[in-house]
Structures are given as C-alpha cells and as structure tokens.
C-alpha cells in the first residue's frame, strides 16, 4: 500500500489523477493539498473539494500558496484555454459546497502527516512546486521522513509547454523547483519527455466513463474543451499529464528512466527550464555539483498507461 499525499492544482487531468489515487487499489489517500496554476487557489481549491465531495473522498483538503515563492519573479495569466475559466474547463461547479477546507494551510498539512508516519509517505506533486518548497523550508527534517517525491514537471530532452525551454509546473515556480530537486530527498520527476506521449481520445474518454460509470463520465464531461484544446495543438487527444505521475508511482515499470542531478533555470529566458547533469558525467565546477541524483522518466508504454486508468477507474 502507498500513502500519498497529492500536491495538486484541478485542473483537468488534475481531476483525472486524483480520481485514479482514489479509485487504486494500492493507494491510500492521505491528504490533498492545493496550488495555484491552471487558476487562481481560491478556484483550485473549490474544485478540489468539489472533487471531494461528487467522490466521497476521505482525506483532507488544505489550501496552499496563491503564488511563487518570490511573488515578483514571474507574473501568471491563468490558462483558460486549457483549463476553462474555472479551472474544471468550464464544467458547471456549485458555489456553495458542504465540503470545507482543512484549517491547515498546505504546507502544515504535509509537514503534520509526513512526521506523522515517518518513511511511509510519498508527495505526489503536479502543480507549482510551491508548497513542497514551503514544506521544506519551515521543516527540513521532512526530507528524511518522506518515502519519495513524483512530480509532474519539467522538460528534460524535449521543449517546454510554456515557453522553448519551460514546463509550465516549473515555470510557474522556478525558485520552488529548484528547491525541490536539490532537496536530499528522492525525486521521480515524470515530465513532458513522457507526458506528451500519453494521449486520450474521444473513444478512450468514452470507454473510461462506460468502464467508471458516474465518478469516470464526471472526468469525461470536464475534460471535453481540455481534449479540444490538445487536439487543435496537434495532438491525437488530451495529454494526461499528471496522471502520468500517479502511475509511476504505482506501476513504474512502464517508464524508462535516467539518473541526473537536475538544477532549475531561474533568471533570463531559460527561466524554469529544467536541466539534467547525467550521473556519472563529468564536467568542471558547476551548481550540479554535489546534488542529489535524482530520477526522470524518459520513455514511456503509453498504451500500457492508458490501459491502466482504465482498468483502475473500473474498480
Ligand atoms: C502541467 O500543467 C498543467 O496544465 C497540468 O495540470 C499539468 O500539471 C503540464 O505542463
Ligand atoms: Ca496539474
């Protein structure tokens, strides 16, 4: 059994991760913790306890940071032509919710359960990095307590999504990032390299509600100007990128790996790009030196990943 905390900002392949950690048999749920990035972390927020409550989870939901680490470093326009105005492309969400927020903020939370069960949690992580960073910086001793940090970020042998050089989860928070990967923690990034590659049509958004019934066809409504957008960008369906990270967490076997050091752009127009010292190669004195190695996926089954979701999102 995994205990997860995941890291999130639904977002609509937000919202289809979430629903494959709480529908996986070998997950335990410990909490959600909120970001901003597809929209604002008041909206990410609601639609995270909008998730909750349409899904009878049981873990709480703790909202997290409005912004970067370093509030002038990046200004932020949401993404509503990917995510839709209220970041559940545009799929009606209830003002009103029964469900409530923890009292903690985001960063408490991960820091309360992580010491809570030492050695045994694993940060599931796919919007800014911001949190995580925050976690990091008023409690240090969480680095060793944690089991493993994924995270869905980062561009490693292939452009960014956001700018040539940025993923826009590290784009978004580049200081945080970076944080993040120089922890002395292990880090599993899963990035574009292999997000990218996993594409959901139609049919397969069909499929997965027929097979999921009301929780998956509830995934499916959201995600219809989601698949547009990618469809428009050239791609054969949505890109279902955060979901990407929960299944290496739970099958890694359908990724192939690379161990690197990886540093975090954070000025001029590489800002946020994320660049990987391969372990074992040798170069002069750099910021690389002495970092954690850490792992990024670099292949990718997808059609073993998109098989996957289904069969979990069926029960
Ligand atoms: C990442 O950015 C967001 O749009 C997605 O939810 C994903 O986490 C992809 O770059
Ligand atoms: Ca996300």
Redesign the pocket.
Known sequence: MHKVIFDT?P?V??ALALLYLHKHPQIDLLGVTTVF??AAVESTTHNALYLKQVWGLTAPVARGAAGPLQPDAQPEAW?VH??GHNGLGNHPVPDVLEATADTREAHQLIIDLVRAHPGEITLIA??RMTNLALALQHAPDIAGLVRGVVL?GGAFHVNG?ITPAA???IWGDAEAADIVFTARWPVTAIG?DV?TRVEMDRHGLDALAHAGGADADLVRSLSQEYVDFYLQAGHKGMVV??CCACIALTRPELFQFERASVRVACDGVARGMTIPKPEGMAFGPSVWDDQVVQTIAIGVDASAVLADIETTLAG
């Open positions: 900002d977002g392949d937000d990035g597809n993404p990917i995510h796919v919007g869905m999504n993923e826009a989860n574009l997000t990128h955060d």
